[in-house]
């Protein structure tokens, strides 16, 4: 079956400092990837997603990801936080056995908190 | 505008009581899924339906049941054998039929026990 892993939990960053948030998978074949932003009590915004042709992938907001296959990650970057970045982002693989699609696999997310 | 709607924002629970919470789509998806948030844990799926008529366990489905009877409708009901119903719920609709294609969300049920 497979997995993520958001190593960090809680990210602090000062506002328009530079931001990488890690994330880990484990799947046996091509995955489809995605990051996900989470305001509190909100529902999930797609940030950007990855599924095969060039390894950096931009999204909304200024975001961007890398897969890289050798490394089993799809680590999210801004180059210059904003404070209404704050939120808990997440990190999804789609189950993409069989003929159906959809099924997602979520990491455990990590908080990010901007100091001003 | 099209999206997904989740009612009620809030609900308490009673003990031995059976809740129902709502998930509409009006984004003609095939797709619906329910999920849990608890905080340190992501979301984890309960159930998902591919189609009307049909639907599958997730990895927590114990306690919960659904029924997907209109496209655009998921309704899960939190029965009283779920132990620890006190989370955030999120629903969820995609277009499955394809890969890649992202879960749209609503904006979450918060159920607390009374």
């Known amino acids: 079956a497979q997995s993520v892993t958001q190593p960090d939990i809680h990210i602090t960053v000062s506002e328009g400092a530079s931001l990488e948030l890690r994330c880990n998978y484990s799947y046996g074949a091509t995955p489809y990837l995605f990051w996900y932003v989470q305001s509190p009590g909100q529902g999930l915004q797609l940030l950007l997603k990855y599924f095969s042709g060039d390894t950096l992938v931009q999204g909304i907001k200024g975001f961007e990801a890398e897969f890289k296959r050798s490394q089993s990650s799809f680590n999210l970057r801004k180059p210059s936080v904003h404070w209404s970045d704050a939120a808990e982002y997440f990190c999804a693989v789609e189950d993409a056995g069989g003929t159906s699609y959809g099924k997602l696999t979520f990491g455990q997310g990590t908080i990010l908190t901007v100091h001003p | 505008d099209g999206g997904i709607t989740q009612s009620p924002k809030y609900l308490f629970r009673k003990e031995g009581q059976n809740v129902t919470l709502s998930c509409e789509q009006n984004?003609?998806?095939?797709?619906m899924y329910w999920y849990r948030q608890d905080p340190g844990q992501g979301l984890r799926l309960i159930y998902y339906?591919?189609?009307?008529?049909?639907?599958q366990k997730g990895d927590i489905a114990e306690g919960y049941s659904v029924s997907r009877e209109k496209k655009e409708s998921f309704p899960l009901t939190v029965t009283s054998a779920q132990k620890n119903p006190t989370a955030f719920y999120l629903c969820?609709?995609?277009?499955?039929?394809?890969?890649?294609?992202?879960?749209?969300f609503g904006d979450g049920t918060r159920l607390s026990i009374l």
């Open positions: 339906s591919q189609i009307v008529n049909d639907f």
């Open positions: 969820a609709s995609s277009e499955h039929r394809l890969p890649n294609q992202p879960q749209h």
């Open positions: 984004l003609n998806h095939d797709a």
